[in-house]
């Protein structure tokens, strides 16, 4: 049973950065495919970026089109967590943000952290 808890949200200006962390817990991230995902109010929950287990799956990042080039998605497996760079914010990219662990069949995902981006 992994546990993931996603920090570093907050209100940001438009054109400015933010970095989101997501800790996970139980579980080794090196066997897990790995994703972050976004919400905005009312609307359906949608991909940001995935990382695949560099043991399991291996295989690229991908990103939604919407953050090619703007956002980053990594891991430090020795501190079992998963970083979102995320840079030239835009309003549009307002959400509360999820972090997704995928261990075979199973997921796991942690409470979200709001990100706001407004001047």
């Known amino acids: 049973q992994a546990q993931l808890a996603e920090s570093g949200g907050g209100l940001v200006q438009p054109g400015g950065s933010l970095t989101l962390s997501c800790a996970v817990s139980?579980?080794?991230?090196?066997?897990?495919?790995m994703g972050w995902y976004r919400q905005a109010p009312g609307k359906q929950r949608d991909l940001v970026a995935t990382?695949?287990?560099?043991?399991?799956?291996?295989?690229?990042?991908t990103y939604a089109d919407s953050v090619k080039g703007r956002f980053t998605i990594s891991r430090d497996n020795t501190q079992n967590t998963v970083y979102l760079q995320m840079t030239s914010l835009k309003p549009e990219d307002t959400a509360v943000y999820y972090c997704?662990?995928?261990?075979?069949?199973?997921?796991?995902w942690g409470q979200g952290t709001q990100v706001t981006v407004s001047s």
């Open positions: 139980g579980s080794s991230i090196r066997v897990a495919n």
């Open positions: 997704k662990a995928s261990f075979g069949e199973y997921d796991f």
């Open positions: 990382m695949p287990s560099p043991i399991i799956s291996g295989g690229p990042t």
